[in-house]
């Protein structure tokens, strides 16, 4: 039996070591391949800058966006009852399973020039589709689920009882949102700003389908990317390289915010 | 229905339980609330400081009408000046104990400082101003206790509602906290309402006592007034215990407790001599004969018989002498005993059946 215990033991920890090889190979590869003397001129030469500055403004913008539908909709999904919530929750989820080419397609087919909401847009003077709005509007669409279930999750575990409590001591609604709902739902928050950002970050197939690749205009980063990849692999690796210590930023910025003690 | 005090009719439902019960106290009374798990004495309190609605009846604190649905009135809960003590104290974890005492201060506009010297001043009256910055996680049940009486004492609210505050409690702590509330509770003004389900308590700190069974009230009066003459078995068994109130005496390896009413041997534990102790054992603790019973490891003490009541099988009969006591006995023994008013017989109760509690 001990023997046994053992080669389960040992199988169990190989195949652990290679999903980290797995998770590891590619990043390690891609620094190893990084051009780091030609990297500076090579991140002016292609227009980089620009991706990422954009990348970020859509980002975050798409975060924004994402919380402030996002937070209301969690709310209503975590604490009031009401007949087709499930039907509702699995709704919003959609999006994280839908494949993003598609979703793209889907926002094409609302707000395209042409679609079921842009015709009446246009005639307002909106047009989305090709603009960094429409690219906003696509990260926003595939990244708020991860928002959405993350607070949901959040606001479903603060104590009710701890609310009754603050408004037995004369706290109004708002008192008892920042002080009893906002700290219990803080690691939750975090946790679904990092989940959609990096999401929005990283958004491939619906940016493009939606918004296209419009060097200046709409080129994310990771677009930036695919297109240097095509014409030069070694400033497609400087490109991903940068894009890759945003990522880690962001992950580590979040970490150390969530780390802070909640006492 | 107006003036000082409380005066509450609460009409109202949780899921399937239904409320219907009246509930009046006094300023400067404590009312005690007592009855099983699950009579609905936490919703009639949820229901007087708005937690839960009044489907009908009327709220009134001092005069004020807080809710009365008749009439589409109802005072929210943060405007209600109602204090509260919860069963499971209900700390904000995320604050520490300065930040507890103070919120309800901070929660009316009450600056920052002026608000933590008040919160350091209510911890004070308890005797706990050293947990002031202390995290509600390292407190201990009995100074968790304090911190909560001390965040729902802080507001200066005019009523004060007490969820079981001993019951969470270990039997050390839980004399302590009764012991202080013995103190506290006649320094605040306006009406007190305790809720409990032991006797005990209900005798050592309240005026009245207010039974509910079932969501409705079933007796209300002094608690020595119900504990004698309960209006029914379930009463009885709940309340209807003998008690003895006096001092503890120590002396040539005897402990007793004598106190105006009469006094009984009882094993002290580690309480010191000279220590007020509330005795109460209940009436299925008393035997009955009609000659000194031999072997006398017991309190034997001559008694005249008041009455004699019959509840099926179980006879209750009340007993004159020093202390009056009831016991509870079998239909068949005291039939057999020929028990009938002013018969005189012997009563036993053996010290191991004595509960002894410090009252300070």
């Known amino acids: ?263 | 229905m107006s003036g000082a005090g409380l005066h509450a009719e609460a009409r109202a439902h949780a899921g399937d339980f239904e409320l219907d019960a009246a509930l009046a106290a006094a300023a400067g009374r404590t009312v005690a609330l007592l009855g099983p798990n699950g009579a609905g004495k936490s919703t009639l309190l949820g229901a007087v400081c708005g937690l839960l609605a009044l489907d009908g009846g009327r709220v009134v604190l001092d005069g004020e009408v807080l809710e009365d649905p008749a009439a589409g009135v109802r005072v929210p809960v943060a405007r209600r000046g109602i204090g509260v003590v919860f069963q499971n104290l209900r700390l904000f974890p995320a604050l520490d104990v300065a930040g507890n005492v103070a919120y309800g201060l901070r929660a009316r506009g009450v600056p920052r400082r002026e608000a933590r010297g008040r919160a350091a001043a209510a911890l004070e009256a308890l005797g706990v101003r050293d947990l002031l910055d202390r995290r509600v996680g390292a407190l201990s049940g009995g100074e968790a206790q304090r911190v909560a009486l001390a965040r729902a004492l802080a507001p200066r609210p005019r009523l004060l509602l007490l969820d079981e505050p001993l019951s969470a409690l270990d039997v050390a702590s839980r004399g302590e906290i009764r012991g202080l509330l013995r103190r506290v509770l006649p320094t605040f003004p306006g009406p007190r309402v305790i809720v409990t389900h032991e006797p005990v308590e209900a005798l050592a700190l309240a005026d009245a006592m207010v039974v509910v069974e079932d969501g409705r009230v079933v007796q209300t009066g002094a608690p020595d007034e119900i504990r004698r003459a309960p209006r029914s078995p379930f009463i009885a068994a709940l309340v209807g215990v003998n008690v003895l109130r006096g001092r503890l005496r120590l002396a040539a390896g005897r402990a007793v407790v004598s106190g105006a009413e009469g006094e009984l041997e009882v094993l002290a534990g580690d309480l010191a001599h000279g220590t007020a102790v509330l005795v109460t054992y209940p009436p299925s603790a008393v035997t009955l004969h009609l000659a000194t019973p031999a072997g006398s490891a017991r309190n034997v003490l001559p008694a005249t018989v008041v009455d004699v009541e019959l509840h099926g099988e179980r006879a209750r009969v009340r007993l004159a002498g020093r202390p009056d006591l009831v016991a509870e006995i079998t239909a068949a023994s005291a039939a057999a005993l020929r028990l009938a008013p002013g018969e005189r017989v012997w009563a036993g109760v053996k010290a191991t059946e004595l509960r002894v509690e410090p009252l300070s």
């Open chain 1, 1 to 263: 039996m001990t023997g046994r215990g053992l080669s389960t033991g040992r199988l169990l920890a190989g195949l652990a070591a290679l999903g980290v090889a797995l998770c590891l190979v590619p990043l390690v590869a891609l620094v190893a391949r990084t051009p780091w003397v030609a990297l500076p001129g090579l991140v002016r030469d292609t227009g980089a800058a620009t991706a990422l500055r954009l990348s970020l403004v859509t980002s975050t913008a798409a975060v924004a966006a994402s919380l402030a539908v996002g937070l209301p909709l969690a709310w209503v999904l975590a604490r009031v009852e009401f007949p087709g919530r499930s039907l509702l929750r699995s709704l919003v989820l959609l999006p994280m399973v839908l494949p993003p080419v598609v979703a793209g397609v889907g926002l094409l087919a609302a707000f395209g020039r042409t679609g079921l909401l842009g015709g009446p847009l246009a005639a307002v003077g909106v047009s989305l589709p090709f603009t960094a709005a429409g690219t906003t509007l696509a990260q926003a669409f595939v990244a708020a689920p991860f928002l959405v279930l993350a607070l949901e999750a959040g606001f479903a575990s603060v104590d009710r009882r701890l609310e009754d409590a603050a408004q037995t001591l004369g706290a109004s609604r708002w008192t008892v949102w920042r002080t009893v709902i906002l700290p219990a739902v803080r690691p939750a928050l975090l946790a679904g700003v990092a989940l959609c950002w990096a999401r929005a970050l990283g958004e491939f197939g619906a940016t493009v389908t939606f918004a296209g690749s419009l060097r200046g205009r709409t080129e994310t980063l990771p677009l930036a990317v695919y297109r240097q990849l095509q014409v030069d692999p070694s400033g497609a690796v400087a490109l991903s390289v940068l894009l890759l210590a945003v990522s880690l930023a962001l992950i580590v910025g979040l970490r150390a915010r969530l780390a802070v003690p909640t006492r």
